[in-house]
T-cell receptor, first 116, second 109 residues
């Protein structure tokens, strides 16, 4: 296992189209996170899962965004009816949750979305 | 007010300088703390965890003050390769990680 894998690396789409991104976490990690990052900002929390359960979704996230982790392994993030403001780097991270705390996040390379 | 706040910088320092970054957080229930490093157009990578008693890793020293809800990172003997953005990260007990917007460091020859 070589780490967190994200596909595609880059996505260019026209406004109004739907896009879907995939994340494969580190295999022994039970937590999976999605973040969004724009230039000059830190990663902004979108949502996270423990196994297949979605534990929290950011209130900043509109209904156009949905994430799934159906078997507790890989996850998909879908954005419907994309807008130019959705252009950003979408980062996936995974970690292992233990009784005594949580391991640090390990990030994938990200998917850079450009909406034209 | 953001949950995690950092001085954005930029910090421009000569090689060999000592530089310190600060971070404050608003959630008093926060349980664990980290510093990440992010190079331009790359993903964030863990630099070090921050422990209550303070901890050191080579030229890097991290401190935590729970009473003041404040975290710091000290870099001694700066190298050109230390140029990056340093992100402060705060975890709640539920495991959610919140990032600051980062502090940009440029080390010059």
């Amino acid at each position: 296992d070589t780490g967190v894998s994200q596909n595609p690396r880059h996505k260019i789409t026209k406004r109004g189209q739907n896009v879907t991104f995939r994340c494969d976490p580190i295999s022994e990690h039970n937590r999976l996170y999605w973040y969004r990052q724009t230039l000059g900002q830190g990663p902004e929390f979108l949502t996270y899962f423990q196994n297949e359960a979605q534990l929290e979704k950011s209130r900043l996230l509109s209904d156009r965004f949905s994430a799934e982790r159906p078997k507790g392994s890989f996850s998909t993030l879908e954005i419907q009816r994309t807008e130019q403001g959705d252009s950003a780097m979408y980062l996936c991270a995974s970690s292992y949750s233990r009784a005594d705390g949580n391991s640090p996040l390990h990030f994938g390379n990200g998917t850079r979305l450009t909406v034209t | 007010r953001k949950e995690v706040e950092q001085d954005p910088g930029p910090f421009n320092v000569p090689e060999g300088a000592t530089v310190a970054f600060n971070c404050t957080y608003s959630n008093s229930a926060s349980q664990s703390f980290f510093w990440y490093r992010q190079d331009c157009r790359k993903e964030p990578k863990l630099l070090m965890s921050v422990y209550s008693s303070g901890n050191e890793d080579g030229r890097f020293t991290a401190q935590l003050n729970r009473a003041s809800q404040y975290i710091s990172l000290l870099i001694r003997d700066s190298k050109l390769s230390d140029s990056a953005t340093y992100l402060c990260v705060v975890n709640t007990n539920a495991g959610k990680s919140t990032f600051g917007d980062g502090t940009t460091l440029t080390v010059k020859p």
